[in-house]
């Protein structure tokens, strides 16, 4: 059976043993590739906006106390099943702890992040990200825990709520204050592209090894990102059956109109939850026929802003973006099917 679908059933299904251990697995590499290259290192000092309009400013923690930021979305059944731990660990954190909600801001509108507050009862700090502090610490699954030493410096990163994270917690907390790591925190900044963008230059790896470039010089055709997430139709079919069905909708049109239009087309995955062989075998179900690309580190998501899958990023043949399509809109679907077939 796919990794993919045995991780993403998993996250339903925790009672069953065979299937918790291949989620399980699945859940600890991504949280191993988010934690390599970052434990030891500086944090960022970054400023954070709380949904109240509150502003936190992570580098005045850094010496005085720990921090804890947990990632998390409002669809991620881990995270609810977590959230009664994270809200006791932000009860007993005392003066030596921060913690901080950061919802991963993917799929994810203010309004739902209320609703989730209020109806399981969250008072910590929460934070919607932007999309610059899942940049900085690698987000790669949900829930992701990142801790942070009175040093400055990461500390410890996981996905579970285990003895694991415990003792990362109590450390934190125990841990006398020290001086602050003054190294700097190098960041690579992503384009920003918006309409009228020249993106002419970019170009991306698909998960076959081949190299796609946006515009291609011989015959100048336009060019249709479709950015996505392999498991937006099979795991949001409960939580989210309106999600689900708006990805499988542009699916089935972009299959279509891919056939019948002289664009170019690229899949763009988002790396949460994802690795080059769930999409590899999320094309296999499909019979998706275009190429893919895994956004492992998020940059293409940022340089286009996309917060939300199914997105669609048309580029005109003289590379440039000439305009963007969110969810199953009908009306834009239509307009795209107008201008891209021959």
């Keep these: 059976m796919r990794q993919w679908l045995l991780s993403l059933v998993a996250l339903a299904a925790l009672s069953c043993g065979q299937t918790f251990n291949a989620y399980a697995a699945t859940a600890e590499d991504h949280a191993q590739a988010a934690s390599r290259g970052l434990v030891g290192t500086p944090a960022p000092r970054l400023t954070l906006k709380t949904v109240d309009g509150q502003r936190i400013v992570l580098s005045e923690l850094y010496g005085r106390k720990a921090v804890y930021l947990k990632f998390w979305a409002t669809w991620c059944v881990p995270c609810i099943k977590q959230m009664p731990h994270f809200e006791q660990t932000y009860q007993k954190a005392g003066p030596e702890l921060a913690v901080i909600a950061i919802n991963a801001g993917f799929n994810d509108t203010l309004v739902d992040v ?163 062989d769930d999409v590899r075998d999320y094309r ?40 963007r399509i969110e969810g199953s809109d009908a009306q834009g679907l239509a307009e795209l099917k107008a201008g891209l077939s021959m």
């Excluded at 410890?156 to 003054?182: C, K, M, Q, W």
């Excluded at 020249?198 to 698909?206: R, Y």
């Excluded at 340089?303 to 003289?318: A, E, G, K």
């Design 114 to 276: 209320q609703e989730f507050r209020k109806k399981h009862g969250i008072t910590m700090p929460m934070v919607i990200d932007d999309g610059q502090l899942g940049e900085a610490f690698n987000l790669r699954v949900t829930p992701q825990h990142v801790i942070i030493g009175r040093d400055g410096r990461i500390q410890y990163v996981g996905h579970f709520a285990d003895e694991r994270l415990e003792a990362a917690l109590v450390a934190a907390r125990t841990a006398a204050p020290i001086s602050v790591s003054t190294a700097v925190v190098k960041k690579n900044e992503a384009a920003q592209y918006k309409i009228g963008d020249s993106v002419a230059n970019l170009s991306a790896i698909t998960v076959d090894g081949a190299t796609f470039k946006v515009l291609e010089p011989a015959t100048k055709r336009p060019t249709v990102l479709v950015f996505l997430s392999p498991w937006c139709e099979s795991y949001l079919s409960t939580s989210r059956p309106g999600l689900s069905a708006s990805c499988r909708s542009v699916r089935e049109h972009v299959e279509q109109q891919a056939k019948g239009s002289s664009a170019r087309w690229l899949g763009v995955a988002s790396g949460i939850w994802a690795s080059k």
């Design 284 to 323: 296999k179900q499909y019979n998706v026929g275009i190429p893919i690309t895994l956004d492992e580190s998020g940059e293409l998501f940022r340089s286009f802003r996309v917060m939300n899958v199914p997105t669609l990023v048309i580029i005109d043949d003289q590379g440039r973006v000439a305009r």
